[in-house]
Nanobody, 123 residues
Framework: VQLVESGGGLVQAGGSLRLSCAPS????????MGWFRQAPGKEREFVGT????????YYADSLKGRFTISRDNAKNTVYLQINSLKPEDTAVYYC?????????????????WGQGTQVTVSS
């Protein structure tokens, strides 16, 4: 089972994007889902995570306010809404799944990863 991200692209600073993540087969409805991002030359960093039911979310402190994670288990899809985009948000964005609980920011706790979707923000 693989995760597939979509929705990335080139956007001007101040704009918004909604990224989507869905499994290519199977379901992750009982997994907590996380979003990470990796900018050029930097380590992959935690963005946020959502509990399997969608009722709770947890974000990196530095990113609170502009990022919103949601999920629609009926559609088997998780979303990352990014508002007021800044050039420093330019990165490859990855979704990941874990069954080790939720609220986890450690990369190694996530067993399944997507290939990533590129987000480029122009100034």
């Amino acid at each position: 089972v693989q995760l597939v991200e979509s929705g990335g692209g080139l956007v001007q600073a101040g704009g918004s994007l909604r990224l989507s993540c869905a499994p290519s087969g199977g379901t992750f409805s009982t997994y907590a889902m996380g979003w990470f991002r990796q900018a050029p030359g930097k380590e992959r960093e935690f963005v946020g995570t959502i509990i399997w039911s969608g009722g709770s979310t947890y974000y990196a402190d530095s990113l609170k306010g502009r990022f919103t994670i949601s999920r629609d288990n009926a559609k088997n899809t998780v979303y990352l809404q990014i508002n007021s985009l800044k050039p420093e948000d330019t990165a490859v964005y990855y979704c990941a799944a874990t069954n080790r609980g939720w609220g986890i920011s450690r990369r190694d706790a996530y067993s399944y990863w997507g290939q990533g979707t590129q987000v480029t923000v122009s100034s």
